[in-house]
């Protein structure tokens, strides 16, 4: 059974970084795409960033294009999304999913993702 497990999140000043980990177990497919997502309160959940694990090809919503860079160990079989320069819009609950890679891209579409880990809190405050 797949399980991923999300750390790193907390409570920051505006400008501040954070670093995500999202921890993958028993998988046993090795392509695949993993995505971080978030969902603030009383909004829906966004793609944030995702990278396919075979190559590193990686994409990311237009919101944090220069600002959020996802990377992976693939020894650690653990996903880490780098937040630079946060913003108060950025406060939400942070997830981590996986889909396996059948072909096509890894982009961060909430409803192709099938396995969710529990996320992490990121508050970003003024």
């Not at 059974?1 to 046993?28: D, F, I, M, P």
């Not at 160990?73 to 942070?94: F, G, H, R």
Request: glycine share 12%; hydrophobic share 25%; charged share 15%.
């Amino acid at each position: 059974q797949v399980q991923l497990v999300e750390s790193g999140g907390g409570s920051v000043q505006t400008g501040e970084s954070l670093r995500l980990s999202c921890a993958v177990s028993g998988a046993t497919y090795s392509r695949s795409c993993v995505g971080w997502f978030r969902q603030a309160p009383g909004k829906e959940r966004e793609g944030v960033a995702g990278i396919y694990n075979s190559g590193g090809f990686t994409w990311y919503a237009d919101s944090v294009k220069g600002r959020f860079t996802i990377s992976q160990d693939s020894v650690k079989n653990t996903t880490y999304l780098q937040l630079n320069n946060l913003e108060p819009e950025d406060t939400a609950m942070y997830y981590c999913a996986r889909k396996v890679w059948y072909g096509g891209t890894c982009y961060p579409d909430p409803k192709n993702y099938d396995t969710w880990g529990q996320g992490t809190q990121v508050t970003v405050s003024s």
